[in-house]
Nanobody, 126 residues
Framework: QVQLVESGGGLVQAGGSLRLSCAAS????????MGWFRQAPGKDRDFVGA????????NYADSVKGRFTISRDNAKNTVYLQMTSLKPEDTAVYYC???????????????????WGQGTQVTVSS
């Protein structure tokens, strides 16, 4: 099973930027999608965005659209989440996930994924 390691979290002021990385233990082109989710204390794990590894197409939650961007580096087996114009409500533990099975949908549900990273904390101060 693929293993994922996130990095890049931290503390940032509102309006600032962070870039999260998710390194996979094997080639990402053997998967169908990579996604990012986040979970704040006491809340469900919410979809942030995903990239279809076959088409390169990305999709995002409305709450982050226009502020967050997912990209990939196939040579490094790494997917990135560039976060800009951060808000206090973006504070959460961020998880990357790998989907190794084909689905026709946008890979926006946790159950679409079968491998998860350990999470990285992002804290945005006001």
């Amino acid at each position: 099973q693929v293993q994922l390691v996130e990095s890049g979290g931290g503390l940032v002021q509102a309006g600032g930027s962070l870039r999260l990385s998710c390194a996979a233990s094997r080639r990402t082109f053997s998967m169908y999608a990579m996604g990012w989710f986040r979970q704040a204390p006491g809340k469900d794990r919410d979809f942030v965005g995903a990239i279809n590894l076959s088409t390169g197409r990305t999709n995002y939650a409305d709450s982050v659209k226009g502020r967050f961007t997912i990209s990939r580096d196939n040579a490094k087996n790494t997917v990135y989440l560039q976060m800009t114009s951060l808000k206090p409500e973006d504070t959460a533990v961020y998880y990357c996930a790998a989907g190794t099975k084909y689905y026709s949908g946008p890979y926006s549900r946790p159950r679409d994924y079968d491998a998860w990273g350990q999470g990285t904390q992002v804290t945005v101060s006001s």
